[in-house]
């Protein structure tokens, strides 16, 4: 048996910048400078790790819980006012469900996964879907949530492909033993060395055909 699992932020949803400005903005409103490397280490964190980097290195007020929360209710707002996808997203999934069992593994927390997923009509498509948070909260670079993914659905992770896009997605995915499809972001794009863990690394969703990943599973 053989599955393939997608990414969801920056990888079907136009989402990762939006988690940026949200936080930037948390820190703005309390004058606080936002450390270089914040953005890129936060991408792929689970909720409690990222929240938990908002009070400890950015400098948040309140606690880790009280960033989550603002973090979440200001992408709850967003998503309220339409969600973004990347182009050829929900054509993509559909392609890849015509042959294979799919599922989801997300760093958003579950209440936004449940209504991306149901915003873009997908819900009935993925035997599972799944929050790093739901993972023990360890977020991507672990292999974890792509491990229990691959658990749930009842497939080898060695007899799966991942759909990602960002340096810590494609990271966990390929520390789980997945087969990698890359799909670099025009945010925060993961570093040349990252990409070389990818199988495969494309220019858009357009170029995720059945046979490419037909391809990559029969040669695992």
């Known amino acids: 048996m053989t599955a393939v699992v997608f990414d969801m932020d920056g990888t079907l949803t136009d989402t990762e910048h939006i988690w940026d400005v949200v936080r ?9 400078p936002w450390p270089e490397e914040a953005s890129r280490a936060m991408m792929g964190m689970a909720t409690q790790e990222w929240s938990a980097y908002l009070s400890d290195v950015v400098g948040l007020s309140g606690t880790a819980q009280d960033a989550a929360k ?30 294979w069992p799919l599922g989801l593994a997300s760093s958003s927390p579950r209440v936004l996964i449940d209504e991306a997923v149901a915003a873009m009509g997908l819900t009935d498509l993925f035997v599972t879907t799944l929050s790093t948070e739901e993972v023990n909260g360890a977020g991507k670079p672990a292999p ?15 007899s799966a492909v991942a759909i990602e896009d960002a340096h810590n997605g494609i990271l966990s995915a390929h520390a789980a033993g997945l087969k990698v499809i890359a799909i670099p972001p025009h945010f925060n794009p993961p570093p040349a060395s990252t990409l070389a863990l990818a199988d495969v690394v494309l220019d858009s969703l357009d170029d995720l055909t059945t046979d490419l990943v037909a391809g990559l599973l029969g040669a695992a």
């Open 24 to 32: 930037r903005g948390l820190a703005d409103a309390e004058g606080l």
């Open 144 to 158: 974890d949530v792509y491990l229990e993914v691959c658990r749930r659905i009842g497939v080898e992770p060695g």
């Open 70 to 99: 603002k973090t979440i209710d200001g992408m709850a707002a967003s998503y309220a006012l339409g969600l973004d996808l990347l182009p050829g997203a929900v054509e993509a999934v559909q392609r890849m469900h015509s042959r």
